[in-house]
């Protein structure tokens, strides 16, 4: 064999990332980056975030898909809740070294399904008990039960915490769950499609997509948002902070966008959700001030590539404000995401076709 010289080292890679390459057609939602708009099914986001609970958002995005059977969506999810919770004692004997989102994909893994089309809703409106049963194990305390007859977001932050939350939070996590419910050929959404194109099941496809997901890339940019925020710590400190990051090359966490030139449209409605949790929040005013000057920084530094705000920075913002976690952060992402990636791979599967892309071979030839 001859090592031949590697043209990908030498010139940038035209095929990496697969940037601007179509490659699913879809019915369920379209990302406009120049524009800064969002549609889902026919609405725009601004329609359906914070106007609606995540069900009837759900409903409106698989309205094609007729998943729910007889009942009603609200009610299927609630069902969903209760047979998830089987699989909980075999959370609570597991390892103690897994993390939480670890400890959600075992569960999924062990959830009871058919291996059908009802599984999005078994898995969708089962992935939140996991959820707050894995918060639990990881504070030392028991799981609490889920409680079919209430709403998902309100059962979700009722099951981390023991106690009904304030309708104020409600509110605002189901304006968050929505707003991540779908986003056109995302990274962990082009996986799930990826992985239902082999006929694989929804619960394969979905546990692919939580892996993508979980990068610092993606979903896993919240926690990292938090981090930045709390290292600040003070508006006076936010613009050293900020260049001194920069040249050290570092991305800057919820800036920035594959699709987007424009603001993220999920920023705004997020911040529409922080405005009506009230005014006085330091944390929210720091984060503005910090904003402000990643823009002005990021401008400086590459003027020719627009970089703004996404929807990470925000909801590090919100989710922070309503009292979750940072550790669950990207646990309520993939919670939100997952009826999105359900509806995605049976419209691949519908299709029929193997997603099966080629390469560009640059290794040695044979001699
Ligand atoms: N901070 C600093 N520089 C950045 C940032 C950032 N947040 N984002 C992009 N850049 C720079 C890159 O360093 C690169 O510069 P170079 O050409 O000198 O190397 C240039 O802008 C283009 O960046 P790419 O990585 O080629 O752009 P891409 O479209 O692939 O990146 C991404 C999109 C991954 C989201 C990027 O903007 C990023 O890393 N952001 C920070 C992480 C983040 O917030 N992720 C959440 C995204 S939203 C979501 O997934 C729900």
């Not at 409106?125 to 194990?137: D, K, N, T």
């Not at 999920?266 to 000057?293: F, Q, S």
């Not at 646990?331 to 560009?360: D, M, N, Y």
């Amino acid at each position: 064999m001859t090592e031949a010289p590697n043209p990908a080292h030498m010139t940038p890679d035209p095929t990496a990332g697969l940037e601007g390459v179509v490659a699913a057609t879809t019915r369920l939602s379209d990302v406009d980056g120049r524009n800064g708009i969002l549609i889902l099914r026919g609405k725009r986001i601004e329609e359906l975030a914070g106007t609606m609970p995540f069900e009837s958002a759900v409903q409106h995005l698989w309205q094609d898909l007729d998943l729910a059977g007889a009942s009603s969506l609200p009610q299927a999810f609630g069902e969903a809740r209760r047979a998830a919770f089987a699989v909980v004692p075999l959370l609570e004997t597991a390892s103690r070294n897994l993390t939480v989102f670890e400890r959600i994909e075992l569960g999924l893994a062990a959830l009871p399904l058919t291996g059908g089309r009802g599984d999005a809703v078994a898995i969708s409106g089962g992935l939140p008990v996991l959820l707050a049963a894995s918060h639990r194990i990881a504070c030392d305390a028991l799981p609490i039960a889920p409680d079919s007859t209430l709403e998902t977001a309100t059962d979700l932050l009722r099951m981390l915490t023991g106690e009904l939350p304030p309708a104020a939070h409600a509110d605002a996590l189901n304006r968050y769950l929505v707003t991540i419910l779908d986003h056109g050929l995302n990274a962990s959404t082009f996986a799930a499609r990826v992985i239902g194109s082999t006929q694989a099941d929804l619960k394969q496809a979905v546990l692919g997509a939580m892996g993508a997901l979980s990068g610092p890339l993606h979903g896993g940019a919240p926690g990292p948002v938090l981090d930045m925020i709390d290292a600040i710590g003070r508006p006076e400190n936010a613009e050293s902070w900020i260049t001194a990051a920069l040249a050290r090359k570092e991305r800057l966490m919820g800036f920035g966008h594959r699709i987007y030139r424009t603001r993220d449209p999920r920023a705004d409605v997020l911040t529409a959700g922080l405005r009506l949790l009230g005014p006085d929040n330091p944390k929210v005013r720091l984060a503005e001030e910090i904003e402000a000057a990643a823009l002005a920084a990021l401008k400086r530094a590459k003027p020719d590539r627009p970089l703004d705000t996404n929807v990470e920075f925000y909801t590090a913002v919100l989710l922070d404000a309503i009292g979750v976690d940072r550790s669950l952060f990207t646990p309520l992402f993939a919670a939100g995401r997952t009826p999105g990636w359900c509806a995605h791979v049976l419209e691949q599967q519908q299709s029929g076709k193997l997603i099966r892309p080629s390469s560009r071979y640059v290794g040695p030839t044979p001699a």
